[in-house]
Each structure stands twice: as structure tokens, then as C-alpha cells.
Nanobody, 123 residues
Framework: QVTIVESGGGSVQPGESLKLSCEVSALVFTYKAVGWYRQAPGKERELVAALSNYGQTKNYTNSVKGRFTVSRDNAKRTAYLEMNDLKPEDSGVYFC????????????????WGQGTQVTVSS
């Protein structure tokens, strides 16, 4: 049974930073792309950032370019999302998952998903 555990969320003011972590139990994570997703209240889950298996290719949604950085440590089976200059519109529950590059970009990934970690940006 694969487990995905996101952590690092919190409540911050606009302009502050957070670093999220995503720990995956499956060794296969090392060979797969990883994606970070955000779900705001009443909205669909959307891709925020994606990273290929060895970190050679990155993809960011336009609203976070220049502010967010996705990275990974395959030895620890962990992915990270460093978020700087946070804005209220960045608020939501952040999830990560992994799979083939096309699957990560589409968000069409099989269960399980983790519980996510809540990010709230408010003054």
C-alpha cells in the first residue's frame, strides 16, 4: 500500500514563505514524475508544479512562476515545494502525487492521494 504524506503547510501573511514536503513510501517514486496540486474551497484541484523523475524538466502554472520552486530528493523519496511571496490566492489544500509525466500534467492519477496540507495566506 503506497502512502503519500504532505506536510509543511500553515497560516501566513502575504509576502511570507512556506516549504512543503511530500514523503512517498513507494520506491517507484524515484522513477516517476511528481506533481504538486492545489484545491481551493469550491474549486477543482489544479496542478501547481511538476517535476520529472530526475529533476531535468519542470512545469509551473503561470500564477506561481518566479515564486514557487519544486524539487525532489529521490534518496529520501521526498518532493518539496518552496513557496515565496505568498498571496491570498495561493490558499488551499496542497497535495502531491506521482506518475508518468502526462499523468502528472493532467492530474489523472490513481489513488491513493494523501491528506494534503492546508496553506492559508491572509492578512
Amino acid at each position: 500500500q503506497v502512502t503519500i504524506v504532505e506536510s509543511g503547510g500553515g497560516s501566513v501573511q502575504p509576502g511570507e514563505s512556506l516549504k512543503l514536503s511530500c514523503e512517498v513510501s513507494a520506491l517507484v517514486f524515484t522513477y516517476k514524475a511528481v506533481g504538486w496540486y492545489r484545491q481551493a474551497p469550491g474549486k477543482e484541484r489544479e496542478l501547481v508544479a511538476a517535476l520529472s523523475n530526475y529533476g531535468q524538466t519542470k512545469n509551473y502554472t503561470n500564477s506561481v512562476k518566479g515564486r514557487f520552486t519544486v524539487s525532489r530528493d529521490n534518496a529520501k523519496r521526498t518532493a518539496y515545494l518552496e513557496m515565496n511571496d505568498l498571496k491570498p490566492e495561493d490558499s488551499g489544500v496542497y497535495f502531491c502525487n506521482f506518475g508518468l509525466w502526462a499523468e502528472v500534467l493532467s492530474g489523472n492519477l490513481p489513488d491513493p492521494w494523501g491528506q494534503g496540507t492546508q496553506v492559508t495566506v491572509s492578512s
